[in-house]
């Protein structure tokens, strides 16, 4: 049984309490943040203690393993604070938003043995999930090409997305992540940053962009994004390989179509936005971190991960502000 | 090359003059029409000649074979004659309305070998026609269960209605073929009768009926029928069987689907009316029919399934009158 | 807060008591099983107290209300217990296969103040509960017919159909409510039973069946049923109304489609079976169960829906064995 | 009446003969092929003229229009050949392969003022149109971001692709010019190339690429190209704009959906291959030109078309060789 505490009690910590509190193996000891009201409540639903000091929760023996659910500029400080108390730890991404930072962080960490993971939930989507297994046993042949459509249903404030590090950073890192996912190395970015939304383009950043990913394997990924999308929340993927080919739809809340005189088989908007379209995604994320923690297996992402990513953030945003295609090492 | 002509200039004149054309066996040879024009003009479109009288088309030794495209209470009275003077013949539905005149009917064909085909048109729908064949080939083992959901896009005026037989004889006469395409001989029939439009139900006839078919394979089919559909005219079936299922869908005009802040995936309505929706199966049965008199084949439909939908109708007509279900012999 | 306690620790009582432990209004108390170890051990999981005599969950002041899961001899019993003490109650469907003894029940309960709530779980899927309020909301006009395809994976043994009360009481019984969910009062049943399968044959029950039933207001609902679908677990529904229509489609565990030479869109085979085909609908219902009692509103199903269902059971049973319909008072 | 000439008998000159000979305004007079037996075998079959040599049809008086469907090394001749004879011309694409001599030709046609249309027949796909359509009634507000999905079932040989003038002239082209009907003028070009088949790679050819469009409007076109596709002739496009998208499906021959122990919903694979799948956009193409002609008004496609297209492909292959975009005048 896994003792785990989570810090931070807002929408994505009720997410990872719930999962915590239905798997088997685990179960959760300590909900942390510094609104001290919050984590009371969240953790009185479940069963558990609660604290206002992230520091607690370092210091607490009963608690095995850590989730990292607070703010982005404290997830460095928080993972390794966490690793060195020799807590496994499941840091939400991003990780940070400057390489820097994060190389720093890795070098640390690699003198840590304790198990790190990181929150690439889109991995364990269930759909992104099984076209990824059906790729690993050849039901498609040679991956050729990978095409990631990735819109959110509205743009952030303009006051968020100047300190989000641009769509690049903000946004597009989880695509960078999948298309890693399944093409592995990337030798080459290109990408046409778009100014739709003049609100947005006073930022100085993108509110849309298309990028190009050549692989090390001869494949080719394109991801389309858009901090903006009628429908919903429009979150798309589709392997095309020699022999087949895998697309994941939209989700929605319901299978019900609608007919009448002007339309017919319509569907109600995409689930909007990420934590309901994605709740399967957390919960078996999470999952896997227990069972990898139990068994003492590696987790299935880790720091490497992290800075590959990142890495493909800034060539991306280099590539998009000069025009030119970026090569990586 | 089968020297064809074709009673009626009609909207369904032009279908068949149009597959004939472009038949590389067939070769429209005469259009006949009493509205003189009507014949003349479509004649021209494809270098036919045309004329007034049905009587011309009997007598013309240049004519081949007969498409019988006129007026319901002529349809016997043309067939019997092309028959007669030994032209091959396509006779489109209903023979007939009353029971009585198609035995008649029949008992004169029964003398006769020149081919005689009935225009159950929906036998040739590429979907229909496709499930039909997997159906055949065990592709979903035993065949346990057929859906047929049969709605036309709007009622027709009450006083066709008041001519036209009944819903059964009129609009259901096609989906009790497409059963007993599926299923073979039917032993027992309960329907079902709705009045739903006030102005129809004036007319002592119904506007809907839900009928229940069982055959004596031991397979049971459902028909659902409905004067209007909002949208469109929408034409399913699904036969579902031991080892699977296979369901033919609505078919549009195209693929486009439409997603906004409203709906998501909404297709435009369903092809609207059965010229349209039927085309392709209209040109395949004319085909069949040409390649069957070409190859000296017995056509794929015959007198006797024309007997065997009348004889359903009757029976689902004396049905939601009583309540009762009839077993047929 | 609402203290609830679940009677039954099997795959539906760990679903239940997932759904409380999520509930922010409430708390789940105790756990009871004669099998005290499953009892002990979905407690622990949630923090809760267990027992392994139902008389103890009756005689718990600190009980508030009792999801009644045990075998279906029992549910009248903990029913009319758990009423008695004062507990509010969401009794498991069937309510019982006898119809003598579900009036008597009715009888005592009406004597009785406190909540009691039956599972007619289908009502809360968000596919057909979306369906219901638009049609409710006048979305599709007039509801003219209604169309319930509903196929179990696999028959289960003839061991439990000998003992099942036959496919009507069994199986249908959820259809029938959902047909009084959306049609209302019934005035006439009629159904065909099929022999499919020799091995359930042999126990003199149907393993198909189609039911039609007619509804005061002129709506006409048509029951496909099977005990076997190859592909899983069949569940659609149609509601059809004057001014368009509303489908729910399968639902599968995730969103992928393949292509490949063979087949293109093709989808996984539907979610199989019902605790995972209807685990919202389950989460949903008791969440609709702790906001009435909590709200003190009078629960969405009571013991009136739980006989006029066992009635249509009755009724079709009578059908399927004479052939001809059973008219209701 | 229109008194129309095809210039070749092969598969495409049999599409368009059917078109003539249905459509209203138009007559079938004379078919051209060196191939003096299918000129006669075609024409035959709809009761016109035919004959060997090019020159006759420019030379024919009762000739009004032309439709040049020679090999395309002859486009340019017959194409100048016909307009200075004083036909309105429809002329297959690829116009030619080398942009010089297309700027020639393009000379010589500003001198002359008869009607001259490319077969862009893309741009009349119904699909492809409504969508357009669409867009321009604002339906979707302002158009982003643009996707097109262009994979060949299968490779043209070796020998074929040698002289092809590469993958962005022979087969992107297409993609091109839907380009530029949706977004209009195209600012930059970015191309990445992709050497999946071997046999392919070395006549030096790509076989697989994706390229980003640039508009002047601030739109963003992706094209995803493949000489292969498993699945079929895969031909989808999306546009995206500010309010909503319009997506356009591949198409198939028939709507049957097959579901058994595998697989739900299961489609059969794409039409294949062009004649197929865009023989409607053939159809009302050349019913376009017709119209145009016949009206006095100016074709929807001209010079400028093949021209601009002609120009994109070769920027694309400058990109796709050097890695960097191309900037259009």
Chains 1, 2, 3, 4 share one sequence.
């Not at 088997?24 to 009185?44: I, R, S």
């Not at 404290?74 to 108390?85: D, E, G, N, Q, R």
Request: include cysteine; hydrophobic fraction near 45%; proline fraction near 5%.
């Amino acid at each position: 049984m896994l003792n785990i505490a989570i810090i931070g009690a807002g929408r994505i910590g009720h997410v990872h309490a719930g999962t915590v509190a239905a798997h088997p193996q685990a179960n959760l000891a300590l909900v942390c943040d510094p609104f001290g009201d919050a984590a009371e409540k969240l953790a009185a639903q479940y069963g558990a203690r609660s604290c206002k000091e992230a520091e607690e929760v370092f210091a607490d023996p009963e608690v095995d393993a850590v989730v990292v659910g607070s703010p982005t500029p404290l997830h460095i400080p928080h993972l390794l604070a966490a690793a060195k108390a020799g807590k496994a730890v499941l840091c939400e991404k991003p990780i940070a938003l400057d390489m820097q930072d994060v190389e720093a962080a890795r070098a640390e960490l690699d003198a840590i043995t304790t198990p790190v993971m990181f929150g690439f939930n889109r991995r364990f989507d269930p759909s992104f999930a099984a076209i990824h297994a059906a790729v690993q046993e050849g039901k498609i042949g040679v991956l050729e090409q990978l095409t990631i459509i990735s819109r959110d249903p509205a743009a952030p404030p303009a006051e968020y997305i100047k300190v989000s590090g641009g769509i690049f950073r903000d946004m597009t890192i989880h695509d960078f992540d999948t298309a890693r996912f399944f093409l592995g190395e990337i030798v080459e970015v290109h990408a046409v940053g778009q100014h739709l939304d003049p609100v947005i383009a006073e930022t100085g950043d993108f509110d849309a962009a298309v990028v190009t990913l050549k692989a090390a394997s001869g494949a080719v990924a394109t991801i389309i994004n858009n901090r903006h999308c009628a429908s919903g929340y429009d979150q798309r993927l589709e392997a095309s390989g020699r022999d087949g080919a895998l697309l994941a739809e939209n989700v929605r809340a319901h299978t019900v179509r609608l007919s009448n005189a002007e339309v017919t088989d319509a569907q109600e908007p995409y689930l909007d936005f990420f934590l309901e379209r994605y709740a399967d995604a957390y919960r078996l994320e999470l999952s896997a971190f227990i069972e990898a923690v139990e068994a003492g297996t590696t987790p299935p992402t880790g720091i490497a991960d992290a800075v590959a990513a990142l890495r493909l953030a800034e060539a991306a945003t280099e590539s998009a502000h000069t025009g030119n295609p970026v090569r990586l090492a």
